[in-house]
């Protein structure tokens, strides 16, 4: 077996905590996406970041690959352990360290999912903004970059961690950040290790900012005639300055599916999804502002969603789209791809596409984050087909290539993995080469996250 | 003369903008601090990238230092030719390349001082948000990952530079991030190029966000009879989610300092400057609302400033407080250092330096950026008393303790650069070995601003 030296002693180290079995292995091969199976070697389960810096260290003696998992929702298999070695599956390093109501951040482990963090942080009054849809580990959303829903308000995890600790290549342990606001010390070292998928270090531990719990809250949702129409709402709003929490796109097909997934009657046409929040007076500012804006645009079936029920229905229909759009097709997969672009040119990146999808014959259901210009299609394909999968992954191309032309990039937050690792030279040209610089200077013998992200070494 | 052989190419290939006259040179070896001048062998005044490309090329070829320059106002020596070279003067790149009025975002190069950007955005409607106080270069700012008094609101370099291009050690230009407004696509080199002190590479051009001017603008200043009740005001304020767009803080030496020099009447007491953008009605309902947290810890001398003409009177005492503070002893000189705490820690903080200025005979008035946890102290001195600019440089190293002490960072917004170096390694451990490697893979033969922020090569 590959990496034998090296799981002899991770199995002295750990015990019971290292797993060679059949179905953990097959569990942790496995993604979310349409990448094919890798089980890695073996699946270690630390609970501190002494045993994690342990794990790496014999890693490193040995040229084992180390791949960090959280919960395995990555969408370009970032988790996949591609070639061979040990996963290391953070699920029992999940403590909610230390919660600080005075500075509103808190110190968690990695394997703390957000779900969990917001559920010990609601009798603070605090909350962690940050909402990708999957009930993410905060560890993995921090590598992958992760933002969703809330990005418009709050931003992604690059503005919410406020500091690492972080298990280097070597075995080393280092904290990047403070639990200060803000910091001009040296390089950005925090936002280095964000964002980098488990290339450059394990995180062991992340200080993230919280944000109050809104006094109000408000939601709604209403129809436009064409694309064009609700993206010219959403700048309007961004310009007056008006603070949408959330405001998500959801096109024709989407809405179809949704009608029929959740027996719903929603017009056949594009929808904008709005959240506000703030206090009373200025939410039901904000909805006015919003209104006239919508109304201008020749927005119609405005719907207010003010209580919680009502609100929880709007967003489980929002968040239950993705699997509304499988349902179209039982038994399907699909390529869950996302591009971003700047807003001025997301109307047109988001015609194109559906044109494209069209011409190709690929149904591809597309919705997104409008305000941040970031957009999501789920291109279907039978796994018996393999033409209509090469079509699909095509499509998905073609929706890189466009994003790029329009100045835009090949994720706004899927991340990398192996799915977008192709464009990385179009979208950084010598960037992608720095980026490799970084890697060997930080990771030289290559074991942490290998094959993933940068250039081959 | 040292780098013969670097400034005879360089003079073929800039002709008159190179120059090597005394008086230049001189200009470019003095910092705003007080650091001892170090003029350069000449200074370089490129008219684009491929300029800059082409002084980096040659400069990579002689092994000659490059240093970049643009207002001269850092704080801590960032532009100092320590160690001799080229300072790159950035002050005929100063177009504004492109208004994005849609996207809300603006290239420029990196020569152009916020304050032209701003005047060149009035008629948009938009401006660029982030307020150091000086005039500085925006490419400057993005280097020292630059923030102030609007930071609390609107963030610092860090959250609004969306992109950079850069000319690297080895005279390859590369473009970092993109125009969409958020980006997965491998390590976030816009984030490690904004803070660098051109230690891995010379900004050339910069892409920035920008914000919709507010429909209404308050402000305000209030007494406080301690420093712990206006930290506690604020904190309440920043939980309340009262989204403040500057909050300021005084201490009693700066008030008197500001009375005496622009004849004013504050009582003699901390003060707090506070100023809410957003519309009349959502402006209105913050200012009632924190007024009755100042209220609640007993904040007095409550007075508003809605009329521009009061406002304007209101941030020039602000930003003119530096100069008040000289002031109170003509011909001294000053160390302006910055730390940043955790806010629940602020209080602490600049109690206890003011108690141990005191203890230590030593002028310093305190002011800071209460919002963020960050504040100044302008520790003044006699030029001619070596023990007195001892005294003061010793406070201003117990400064920095007292912040890694409580949690925070030894610079919140001025960077480091020679001032701040030798707190690098208590601050970051390890990482500061991992910032070097990162800079020895980007810049291997040390001639991008040697001598500082990383480890001697």
């Keep these: 077996m590959a990496h034998d030296a090296a799981l002899k ?6 015990g019971d905590a290292l797993t060679l079995s059949k179905s953990d292995l097959d569990l942790h091969g496995r993604s979310e996406s349409h990448f094919p199976d890798t089980p890695p070697d073996a699946v270690a389960y630390p609970r501190s970041t002494e045993e994690v810096a342990a794990i790496v260290r014999i890693c490193a003696a040995h040229g084992c690959p180390v791949v960090g998992w959280g919960t395995g929702t990555s969408l370009e298999g970032q988790s996949q352990a591609v070639q061979g070695g040990v996963v290391v599956d953070f699920s029992r390093m999940d403590r909610v360290i230390e919660v600080n109501q005075a500075d509103m951040d808190v110190r968690v482990q990695p394997g703390v999912t957000r779900e969990a963090l917001n559920a010990e ?34 931003g992604t995890m690059r503005d919410n961690v406020l500091g690492l600790e972080v298990v280097l290549a070597d075995g080393r342990v280092i904290r990047t950040g403070t639990r200060a606001r803000k910091s001009s010390a040296g390089y950005d070292l925090t936002g280095l290790f964000v964002g ?3 290339t450059l270090g394990l995180i062991t531990e992340l200080t993230l900012r919280l944000q109050g719990q ?63 929040h703030g206090s009373e007076g200025g939410v039901a500012e904000q909805a006015e502002s919003f209104g006239a804006i919508v109304a201008e645009h020749g927005g119609s079936d405005f719907q207010w969603a003010q209580k919680p029920e009502d609100r929880t229905a709007l967003w489980k229909m929002r968040h239950n789209a993705f699997y509304a759009i499988l349902a179209l097709r039982p038994g399907c997969r699909s390529i869950v791809t996302d591009v971003c672009v700047p807003i001025s040119r997301l109307a047109e990146a988001v015609e194109a596409t559906i044109a494209d999808l069209e011409a190709h014959d690929v149904t591809g259901p597309i919705l997104g984050h409008v305000g941040d210009g970031n957009f999501h299609a789920i291109l279907m394909f039978d796994p018996a087909d393999a033409a209509e999968e090469a079509r699909a992954l095509a499509a998905a191309g073609r929706m ?13 937050e899927h991340g990398i993995g192996l799915g977008k690792r192709g464009y990385m030279a179009r979208e950084h040209g010598d960037g992608w080469e720095v980026m490799g610089s970084v890697k060997r200077a930080l990771d030289p013998n290559d074991i942490m996250n290998p094959g993933k992200l940068v250039p081959d070494p």
Tied chains: 1, 2.
Excluded: W
């Excluded at 002693?9 to 750990?14: E, I, K, P, R, V």
């Excluded at 310009?239 to 405001?247: C, D, N």
């Excluded at 890189?400 to 706004?412: C, E, N, P």
């Design 121 to 154: 942080l609601r009798a603070t009054g605090l909350f962690f903004p940050v909402d990708p849809g999957a009930n993410a580990s905060l560890g993995g959303m921090a590598s992958t970059r992760a933002s969703g829903t809330t990005a418009v308000r709050y």
């Design 214 to 276: 809104p006094e109000a809250i408000s939601a709604a949702v209403c129809a436009f005639d064409d694309i064009g129409a609700a993206v010219q709402a959403v700048i309007d709003t961004i310009q007056m300055g008006i603070p949408m929490a959330r405001i998500e796109f959801v096109d024709t097909a989407s809405v179809r599916a949704v009608n029929a997934y959740a027996d719903m009657s929603l017009p056949q046409k594009p929808h904008l999804l709005v959240e506000f």
């Design 9 to 14: 002693d991770l199995s002295s180290l750990l």
């Design 196 to 198: 980098a998928e488990g």
């Design 400 to 412: 890189v290539d466009r994003a790029l032309a329009l100045g835009g990039t090949s994720t706004g």
